[in-house]
């Protein structure tokens, strides 16, 4: 079955950085998307960053674009989101997701996604 792991959570200062890994394996498919998603203590669960393997086409949420980074190294199956300019919106639970080729992948829909990782917490605070 798919596995995906997340790290590089933690703690970090307005106005700073962090990375955040997402290795996978289990894939079976030779053209899929792995997103990121977020959920905030009392919200729901939103799409941060997603990219396709089919075209290397990546879509960022309106409220990460600019300052979040998606990229993927594919000698080691691993995708990584690297944030800057860090605020306390971020302040989440990161999750690593995985499903086929979408339609409207702009739209960060998780019913399209079928596999999921722990997730990896993210602390935004002074």
């Known amino acids: 079955q798919v596995q995906l792991v997340e790290s590089g959570g933690g703690l970090a200062q307005p106005g700073g950085s962090l990375r955040l890994s997402c290795v996978f394996s289990?894939?079976?498919?030779?053209?899929?998307?792995i997103a990121w998603f977020r959920q905030a203590p009392g919200k729901e669960r939103e799409g941060v960053s997603c990219?396709?393997?089919?075209?290397?086409?990546?879509y960022y949420s309106a409220s990460v674009k600019d300052r979040f980074t998606i990229s993927r190294d594919e000698s080691k199956n691993t995708v990584y989101l690297q944030m800057d300019s860090l605020n306390s919106e971020e302040t989440a639970v990161y999750y690593c997701?995985?499903?086929?080729?979408?339609?409207?992948?702009?739209?960060?829909?998780?019913?399209?996604?079928?596999?999921w990782g722990e997730g990896t917490k993210v602390t935004v605070s002074s």
């Open positions: 997701a995985q499903g086929g080729l979408m339609r409207k992948i702009e739209e960060f829909n998780t019913d399209d996604y079928t596999a």
């Open positions: 289990g894939i079976t498919l030779d053209y899929y998307t």
């Open positions: 990219i396709s393997t089919a075209d290397r086409s990546t």
